[in-house]
């Protein structure tokens, strides 16, 4: 009865892996593996002043993971990208590049109506679920960008900047103290204007950027 049950589920809801389409999987072992490499030093054009570390580089399965929970509204996919950034937050405090103690993970701002259309933000939803694995970890989803601002795909490197230099905003009431360490995430980094922003908003709130980690980097 239960093995027809889940037969039944699969023909209604058909799952394939988020990095490579294999079926009958969410999350392959093969992706998960491509997406434990070390993170990697990126440096984008528009220099954010911090470290800004990569998963890996926008093609296989870090693209396809980051559409796949952007675009095509895979919920599911928050847990192995949730893994894959705190297995990276882990081997960077080794490295002695991000604090021992605790750090506040602070998603990078979206555009709230482009957020609610999806479903709420998938680097958000990923930082919970590292931070379910880690209590070091506080999510602090206070980074927002201000009315006006257009979606970035599409855009030149001088019309991101145009397009977002001002408009990210720190939310009301964070209950951090001063100089707390954080780290900005977010999905995709392609010029770095977003990172450079965050981390400008950050700094001057107070707090201490320690890097950007990012899933992949174009
Ligand atoms: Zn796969």
Same mark, same amino acid.
């Given at each position: ?43 984008? *054009?528009?220099?954010? =002043?911090? /470290? $800004? ?7 296989? !399965? &870090?693209? #396809? %993971? ?49 957020? *609610?259309?999806?479903? =709420?933000? /998938? $680097? ?7 931070? !379910? &694995?880690? #209590? %070091? ?82």
């Amino acid at each position: 009865m239960r093995r027809m049950l889940h037969v039944l589920l699969d023909l209604v809801l058909p799952v394939d892996c988020g990095g490579c389409g294999r079926p009958g999987v969410r999350w392959c072992r093969h992706c998960a593996r491509d997406l434990a490499d070390a993170p990697a030093t990126v440096r984008p *054009r528009v220099d954010p =002043g911090v /470290p $800004v570390w990569a998963l890996g580089s926008y093609r296989g !399965a &870090h693209r #396809r %993971a980051v559409i796949a929970a952007k675009e095509q509204g895979r919920r599911d996919l928050a847990e192995p990208l949730g893994v894959a950034l705190g297995a990276a937050i882990v081997r960077l405090r080794r490295w002695g590049e991000l604090p021992a103690g605790p750090l506040g993970v602070v998603p990078a701002p979206t555009r709230a109506r482009a957020a *609610r259309a999806r479903g =709420g933000d /998938p $680097v958000t939803r990923a930082v919970r679920a590292a931070a !379910a &694995h880690d #209590r %070091a970890l506080r999510v602090m989803p206070i980074l927002e960008t201000a009315r006006g601002v257009r979606d970035s795909v599409g855009l030149s490197a001088a019309q991101r900047h145009r397009n977002l230099a001002g408009r990210v905003r720190l939310r009301r009431g964070s209950g951090v103290p001063r100089g707390f360490p954080v780290l900005v995430v977010d999905d995709v980094t392609t010029t770095g204007t977003t990172a450079a922003e965050s981390v400008r908003v950050l700094t001057a709130a107070g707090f201490c950027p320690r890097g950007v980690l990012v899933i992949a980097a174009a």
